[in-house]
C-alpha cells in the first residue's frame, strides 16, 4: 500500500488494528477511555493520570522480586500479583508459556549489561517456539530488565505502538527508534512509557496536534 495514504484509510487501518499483514490486539494497560483528545500533550497528560501508574506497578512488581529466577518465571509465565495472565499474554497457550519460561532460564539473562542486550537474549531463547511473537519477547524483557535495573533508552516498536508509530510519521518498520526522533512532547517520557502511549492512543494520534 502506497506511504500517501488518505486520511480516512489510515484511521480505518488503525482502528482495525493491522499492519502488513499481522493484527494486533488490545495495549498492556487497557482501556483509555471515551473522551477523544485531539493534541499530543493532552494524550500524554491523559496518559501519566491513568495508566502510569499501573505501569508503575507492574514493573514494581518485578523490580522487587526476590530474585533473578524468580522473576524470570513470574515474567515468562506473564503472571500478574494475583496469578492470573498479564492482558497481552493472556490468550497464549499455558503450555506455550511453560516451555518459553524453560528456555529463558537457561538464557544466562543475569549477564545482560544493557536492554538492547537483555532483549536479544530473550529473543535468541525463544524465537523458535511457536505462539510466541515480538510483544511476548518485548514485555517478558521489560519485566525482566526492570528487575535486574535495565530499562530500554530507545523506543521498541512491536504490534500497537507501531501503529502509533507510524501515525507520527516515525519509521514504523524499524525494530526500535531514538527518543530524538519522536515529538518533542513524548521525549520527556521514559521509553517504555512512550511506547504505552503509541499503543494505547495509537488511532488519536493520527489527528493529534502539537508537541
Not at 490486539?25 to 487497557?30: H, Q, T
Not at 508503575?56 to 533473578?68: K, T, V
Not at 517520557?189 to 493529534?208: G, H, M, N, Q, S
Amino acid at each position: 500500500m502506497p506511504e500517501s495514504l488518505d486520511r480516512s484509510t489510515e484511521i480505518a487501518r488503525m482502528r482495525g488494528a493491522t499492519v502488513d499483514g499481522e493484527r494486533f490486539k488490545g495495549c498492556r494497560r487497557g482501556f483509555r477511555g471515551h473522551r477523544r483528545l485531539h493534541s499530543i500533550r493532552a494524550i500524554i497528560q491523559d496518559y501519566m493520570q491513568q495508566h502510569e501508574p499501573r505501569a508503575a506497578e507492574e514493573l514494581g512488581f518485578f523490580r522487587q522480586m526476590p530474585n533473578l529466577a524468580r522473576a524470570i518465571t513470574e515474567a515468562g509465565l506473564a503472571r500478574r500479583p494475583d496469578g492470573k495472565r498479564w492482558n497481552h499474554q493472556r490468550r497464549i497457550p499455558a503450555l506455550v508459556l511453560e516451555r518459553a519460561t524453560r528456555q529463558l532460564r537457561q538464557a544466562a539473562l543475569g549477564g545482560a549489561c544493557s536492554f538492547a542486550d537483555l532483549i536479544a537474549r530473550v529473543d535468541r531463547a525463544v524465537r523458535s517456539i511457536h505462539g510466541v511473537g515480538e510483544l511476548y519477547v518485548y514485555d517478558t524483557a521489560l519485566r525482566i530488565g526492570a528487575h535486574l535495573r535495565l530499562l530500554p533508552t530507545e523506543v521498541y516498536l512491536h504490534a500497537g505502538a507501531r501503529v502509533g508509530a507510524r501515525a507520527l510519521g516515525v519509521e514504523y518498520r524499524a525494530a526500535q527508534v531514538p527518543l530524538d526522533q519522536l515529538p518533542p512532547g513524548l521525549r520527556r517520557l521514559e521509553a517504555y512509557e512512550v511506547e504505552d502511549v503509541l499503543c494505547i492512543y495509537k488511532d488519536w494520534l493520527v489527528t493529534a496536534k502539537g508537541v
